[in-house]
């Protein structure tokens, strides 16, 4: 299960990140995952559970943006969009394809309880 | 900018789903930030792997990562060519498997050079799995460096190990629609290896379907089909080889 490496990464650089900013605790992690990535979302999910025990995000909330796919034919010179593999095109049904978007698998952004800026405004 | 999700809009909003975890639970009214990140989750092990493949072009070794379903035959398959060709290119070899040395004391019975990477409960090999591996095989300059991974087919497709490509093998024992069932890798792939072809006279195994199959998902993959059992097919394997070899070591010397 590949996903537990990626939610081990993922929450490595949230808690990166939420550190620099001096923050306490993750509120929500962003991740956009393409149709074509790879990734199973629930599986991911799954793992984030797992990988995020006793770290800053313990209960972050887990927003995912899919990203849908597209290509583009070779032989039609057009732009597809593209569910899953096998690509194929819809006009000619052909399978050379290659792929522009879909296979994004990136974190996005985090929210971070804002302690500092609270005891700022103290 | 989207205000739903801070990002460019280059998406569609109703494929926006948030996942609560049954341990969620804190104080809303706690002031909250957001910090954009924008980091490709694959970034570590894409930046490792990079340096992976700068040292083997640096070095002029041809890796190779071999992938394939536990029991295709990857270890025969090697086992075959170093005995075959590992007087004329020296060849060392990382063998990953989950657990025990087994693969790699076959290899070392054929002469080469090989290192176990155990994996314990992970399901593939990583580029810095790769790294820290490089420091003990020490793989000499100008020769062949093959990758056996973890036995999958899913995960890892993901993970660039600093390869010049990946080969994926199939024996003729499985279903002929193995590339529609586990497309990620065989699109991963550049070479597909079909083994075990001296069972076909036994089997229902369609291998001209199962080409197709494959070439459907990936146009471009270049097909070897042999037998590690009896060694058919593997002349065209290794010719492909040395031309791939000789390829990285003349554009090194350009």
Known sequence: MHEMSLALRIIEVAESEAKKAAATRISSIEVEVGRLAGVMAEALTFCLDAASRGTMAESAKIVFITTAGSGHCLDCKRDISVDEFPAQCPDCHGFGVTINNGTELKIRSISIDDNEGRQDNV | ?254
């Not at chain 2, 590992?86 to 090989?114: C, H, K, M, N, W």
């Open chain 2, 1 to 254: 900018m989207c205000d739903s999700c801070h990002c460019n809009g280059n998406h569609d909003h109703q494929n926006v789903t948030i996942h609560h975890r049954s341990s969620h639970s804190h104080n809303h009214s706690q002031t909250e930030k957001t910090i954009r990140v924008e980091r490709d989750v694959l970034d570590k092990n894409n930046t490792l792997g990079a340096a992976n493949r700068a040292f083997f072009a640096r070095q002029q070794i041809l890796a190779l990562n071999l992938v394939s379903s536990p029991g295709s035959g990857k270890t025969s398959i090697l086992e075959r060519t170093i005995r075959d060709v590992g007087r004329e290119l020296t060849i060392s070899v990382i063998e990953g498997d989950q657990q025990t040395v087994r693969d790699a004391e076959r290899i070392q019975a054929t002469g080469a050079e090989a290192i176990q990477v155990n994996t314990g409960t992970g399901c593939h090999l990583d580029a810095h799995m790769i790294q820290s591996a490089l420091p003990q095989l020490k793989p000499t300059p100008h020769s062949l460096l093959f990758i056996e991974n973890v036995g999958n087919l899913v995960c890892p497709a993901l993970f660039d190990l600093g390869e010049a490509a990946k080969v994926v093998i199939i024996s003729v024992t499985e279903g002929e629609d193995k590339p529609l069932k586990y497309p990620h890798m065989f699109r991963a792939a550049s070479i597909c290896v079909i083994n075990k072809i001296d069972l076909l006279p036994y089997l229902d195994f369609d291998l001209a379907l199962c080409k197709e199959l494959a070439r459907q998902v990936n146009p471009e993959l270049i097909f070897f089909e042999v037998s590690a059992k009896n060694g058919d097919g593997f002349d065209n394997w290794y010719h492909w080889l040395r031309q791939e070899f000789l390829l990285i070591n003349t554009v090194e010397n350009s």
